[in-house]
């Protein structure tokens, strides 16, 4: 992801960074550029998306020096410093509920990329992740309940079918369960993340929630790679998979989201399975069948359909009002 990400409205599909001021879906945001600039945050969020999956598969290459905990460990150890360095949040003047949000969050946040990490250990990135992304797919076609989502979802469970070869015996079984389960907690980080951006200022939340998650997954990678992440190489590796992953995208998608719709985000986060499936191909020389390209084809498309569904309820919704 990885993906990794964060969140706009819980209704739609994949979504951004919780402490942007994600505007109404469909509607630019005040102040922004008319349709005429919207190239620029276009060109931001696609960025983005090449950061974070590039950085995945860099992760990938770190993984036999440091284990997938390990790289865990040292991306969210390294988000944490340098969002905190970036953001300086406020500690004091939160409610318990304001606490409570952001370490689910935070903790949330911790569960989808150990979770994520452990699946690209042993499955193709691509794959990874178009797995991964039926966890927010299937957030947006039950928030929508339009009857129309059905075609979306038996879309992409046709996608996730051929991916599987008929019954996924062509990959490993704990990966693919592994993808599936971080897939569930990006949907959980949609609706924490939308939360956290509520009740915290700018990129409040996320500095600390990124804290909670680097404290919370500490131990698990102390104990898997101990000795090994104070080795200079795997910190600096591990820095740079960091700032692909997480510092960067982050920082673009924010930047993309005060100019760009929603709605728009998300059809692009839909793409996100086609560019991790090229970052393997380039880095990792994880190769495509046409039958596994076809499957990812097909999620891409339910997962686009699924967001102008809801894109298209809101209109319908708002001239109705």
Not at 8 to 30: N, R, W
Not at 173 to 196: D, E, H, K, N
Not at 219 to 234: A, F, H, N, Q
Request: proline share 6%; hydrophobic share 55%.
């Amino acid at each position: 992801m990885n993906s990794p990400r964060a969140a706009a409205p819980s209704s739609l599909a994949p979504a951004a960074p919780a402490t942007a001021p994600v505007p109404t879906a469909g509607v630019p945001t005040a102040g922004g550029p008319r349709r005429r600039g919207s190239l620029g945050p276009v060109g931001l969020v696609l960025a983005g998306g090449v950061s974070v999956q590039f950085g995945g598969a860099l992760a990938v290459t770190l993984m036999p020096r440091a284990g997938a905990l390990g790289v865990v460990t040292l991306r969210l150890l390294v988000a944490a410093i340098v969002l905190l360095a970036v953001c300086r949040p406020k500690v004091r003047g939160h409610s318990r509920a304001d606490w409570s949000t952001v370490v689910v969050f935070g903790i949330t946040m911790a569960a989808m990329n150990g979770l994520f990490y452990q699946s690209v250990a042993r499955i193709p990135l691509g794959t990874a992740v178009t797995l991964e992304v039926l966890g927010p797919l299937v957030l947006s076609v039950l928030a929508s309940r339009r009857a129309l989502n059905l075609v979306w979802a038996g879309l992409a469970l046709g996608g996730v079918f051929l991916l599987g070869g008929g019954g996924f015996s062509s990959l490993d079984p704990t990966g693919v369960a592994f993808a599936l389960g971080a897939g569930a907690m990006w949907a959980a980080y949609i609706v924490f993340s939308a939360r956290t951006g509520r009740r915290f200022p700018q990129a409040d939340g996320l500095a600390l929630a990124m804290v909670v998650a680097a404290v919370a997954f500490l131990p698990l990678g102390i104990v898997e790679s101990g000795s090994k992440l104070l080795d200079p190489t795997t910190v600096a590796l591990g820095a740079a998979v960091a700032v692909l992953s997480s510092v960067l995208p982050y920082t673009l998608e924010l930047l993309a989201l005060r100019r760009l719709p929603a709605s728009t985000f998300a059809v692009l986060m839909s793409l996100e399975p086609a560019v991790a499936a090229t970052a393997g191909f380039l880095v990792l020389h994880q190769a495509l069948s046409a039958t596994e390209a076809l499957a990812i084809t097909l999620v891409i498309a339910a997962s686009m359909g699924a967001v102008r569904t809801q894109v298209g309820r809101g209109k319908a919704k708002g001239l109705d009002g």
